[in-house]
Nanobody, 121 residues
Framework: QVQLVESGGGLVQAGGSLRLSCAAS????????MAWYRQAPGKQRELIAS???????TYADSVKGRATISRDNAKNTVYLQMNSLKPEDTAVYYC???????????????WGQGTQVTVSS
């Protein structure tokens, strides 16, 4: 059973930093693009950063210059370093990944359970 597990969320003061991790486990053959989304209360889930298997990255304007996405392919893990955090960064942060496993006929998009990030002013 493939699953994604996020960690690293918590309460941080404005201006602080957090590093989120998302580890994929299971009978994984390959992982394509991995991404981070977030969803604030009353708002739609938004894509904030993505990284391809070769390391190409994209960022939403809302986090550009403050966020860095990276991945460790050997560990099937994606990271999100967030700096200069603002109260408006408060949200549940989710990762997803396109994973080809021994249990499915094709690549499937998996989601993590989410990790809460709260930024106090």
């Amino acid at each position: 059973q493939v699953q994604l597990v996020e960690s690293g969320g918590g309460l941080v003061q404005a201006g602080g930093s957090l590093r989120l991790s998302c580890a994929a486990s299971g009978s994984i053959l390959s992982i394509s693009t991995m991404a981070w989304y977030r969803q604030a209360p009353g708002k739609q889930r938004e894509l904030i950063a993505s990284i391809t298997s070769s390391g190409s990255t994209t960022y939403a304007d809302s986090v550009k210059g403050r966020a860095t996405i990276s991945r460790d392919n050997a560990k099937n893990t994606v990271y999100l370093q967030m700096n200069s955090l603002k109260p408006e960064d408060t949200a549940v942060y989710y990762c997803n990944a396109g994973i080809l496993s021994r249990q499915t006929a094709g690549r499937v998009l998996y989601w993590g359970q989410g990790t809460q990030v709260t930024v106090s002013s």
